[in-house]
């Protein structure tokens, strides 16, 4: 039967084994496809968990992997996430160091990144860091850790989690001693359950609550805090909840002497810890329920269920059960007035008890011997010294005189630290100052010029349409009344037709300077109309289709001064593809959403090097980024050879 039972193992460890190289097989051929730099770095942390049952190793390379090229690309979350997920190979294994170590790292790369996940890892994180503070005996690290988990949950209102880091953080007060922190954490975390509505949290919740009041042996509260526990109960749990569970009901009906429901739910445990044959919580519930028996005066019951546990105890070497065990059934034999076993087993108890307190001590001594070696070498000399009660005393008020010299030190180096910090942080927030003023001066600057520009870009085109356009037809209508009163020969009179067509070309050459100098429609219609209409302009030309869509701009006001700089940006960037591009076609695209304005323009042409465009210090360009800059727009260009040219600019309108 075992044979059989140990094949069935190796063979459902080798199925598993095997889906989980199927998985990591199917990653590698994700990896080596065109991948975007978070999708890559994610598959290369998946790709070390499934390699972790694997080969560990190889494993510890890909997380390294993993965290060199988030890295390398400034994706902090996914190097968090990886060093992260590799601690908890190094804790199972036992590197608690490396385990802490990847914990303090990936807690700094969440700090800082600004992934939309970030905070909730960060809080996971610390959940890590208080687990292993706990289990190293650092429990007012622990402490500290959990509060930072407890804080970053109650930004994000994970309130399920926040139950459970609220109940561990009791956990830890219990420890300390410290009944008031312990009910205070208790108290949140049966809060936070209600808030999260979830059956297992609000388990946890009521059970803690049990716990609490058993501490402080208000056994009435605690079987009501059990009983609210109840409802939440599911067989589906795992087996360390289902575990609490049971005990702590058994334990309240047992401090309340309803005998009958504790030996119930104590079974219940015992069958519990049977089922995933962990024998030290089979051996729990039987001691337990001998010793209901025993203060029934039942005994035989009370035997028979104390060697149970004591037959698994011995087994096993379970020390502190086979303590309880011995004394227990000495008791029991005591009341039955069987005197020599009962003494046979009280010796044992004794021995059992002397045994683990020899243990205790040489645990204790050995945790001294480590503490305080260099105290008990201080120790050690002030007693040799102590035969000379006055070097003593002169001894002591020079340690008085150093310790007062070294605080006064310290102090003042806190104090000196103090000023520097001060005086850095007046010195970042000044030049954080200036630099604001010498861009605000920048913007003034530019919008100084930019108005200037379109002043006096008005006041020509007002002076040409005026003036010279008014001009220009004076001559020609003199010109067409002297027509009809001159006789000219055939030869002259084509002369002179030309030369009214001339004048006409000139007329409206005049006129489309003036308008572009300050379209007319822009002032009178608003943006839409006057891009439409240049669009319109640039197709009559015949050079480029150029088609125009707008969205969201009808019956919109954009202010006139924002409206001339991005008709401004359109009418560069087009000239821009009319001299260059080389294109058969172009785009001009705005959208207006609330504050937000979206432009778009873009060609077909032959495309450029955009690192270069970028810092270009031409002319036409100059002016696009300097109307950018007063705008305070974002843009994204994006060209290569050959690919044609695309600008994507974002401004928010004040």
Partial sequence: MKKILFLLVIFFLSQNLAAQKYLADSIMLTLQQNLPDSSRAYNLIMLAMYTEPIDLAKAHEIYKQAVDFSVEKNLGYYAGLALFYESTPYELNGKYQKQKENLDRAALFFRQSPHPKAKREEARVFGGLSNYYRHSDMLDSAVEASLISIKLLEGLKEYPRLSTHCVNLAMIFQQLSLPEKQKEYVDKGLDFAKKANHPSNLLLGYLQQANYFTEIRDFQKAKLYAD?????????????????????????????????????????????????????????????????????KNYPEAEKYVKMGLEIAETDSILVFMKEGYGTLSDIYAASAKFKDAYN??????????????????????????????????????????????????????????????????????????????????????????????TEKQLAATEAVLKGEEKERSRLAKDLHDGLGGLLSGIKFSFQTMKGNLILTPENARLFERSLDMLDTSIMEMR?????????????????????????????????????????????????????????????????????????????????TGKQVFLDV??????????????????????????????????????APGKGSSIHIEIELP
């Avoid at 909840?241 to 079974?267: C, M, P, V, W």
């Avoid at 108890?349 to 683990?356: A, F, V």
């Avoid at 955009?610 to 305070?632: A, P």
Wanted: charged share 25%; proline share 1%; with cysteine.
């Fill in 602 to 639: 873009e060609d077909d042409g032959k495309g450029f090097e955009h690192s270069k465009m970028l810092l270009s210090s031409g002319i036409g360009w100059s002016n696009i980024k300097s109307r950018l800059e007063y705008l305070n727009a974002k843009f994204t260009l994006d060209s």
């Fill in 345 to 438: 087993f009280l010796t044992q108890h004794n021995t059992i008890k002397d045994s683990l307190q020899n243990e205790e001590r040489k645990r204790f001594a050995l945790d001294l011997e480590k503490k305080y070696e260099s105290e008990k070498q201080r120790n050690q000399i002030l007693k040799l010294e102590a035969q000379n009660a006055k070097q003593f005393a002169e001894n002591q008020k020079r340690q008085l005189t150093i310790w007062i010299l070294l605080i006064l030190a310290v102090s003042l180096g806190t104090i000196v630290l103090l000023v520097i910090r001060k005086n850095q942080h007046k010195q970042k927030l000044q030049l954080q100052k200036i630099k604001e003023l010498e």
């Fill in 512 to 592: 489309r300077v003036a308008h572009n100098l300050m379209p007319e429609n822009l002032i009178k219609f608003g943006l839409d109309v006057a891009l439409r209409d240049f669009c319109e302009d640039i197709n009559q030309s015949g050079v480029i289709e150029l088609r125009y869509l707008s969205f969201g701009l009808q019956g919109e006001e954009i202010d006139q001064t924002s409206s001339i700089s991005i008709y401004r940006i359109v009418q560069e960037l087009v000239h821009n593809i009319l001299k260059h591009a080389e294109a058969r076609n172009g785009l001009v695209q705005i959208t207006k």
């Fill in 228 to 296: 609210s526990a109840s409802p939440y109960y599911s067989d589906s749990y795992d087996f360390s909840r289902k575990q609490n569970y049971f005990l702590i009901k058994a334990g309240t009906f047992q401090n309340i002497s309803k005998f009958d429901s504790a030996i119930h739910y104590f079974e219940k445990a015992y069958e519990n810890g049977k089922a995933v044959s962990s024998r030290w919580n089979m051996t729990e519930p039987l001691m337990q329920i001998g010793y209901i028996y025993f203060k029934q």
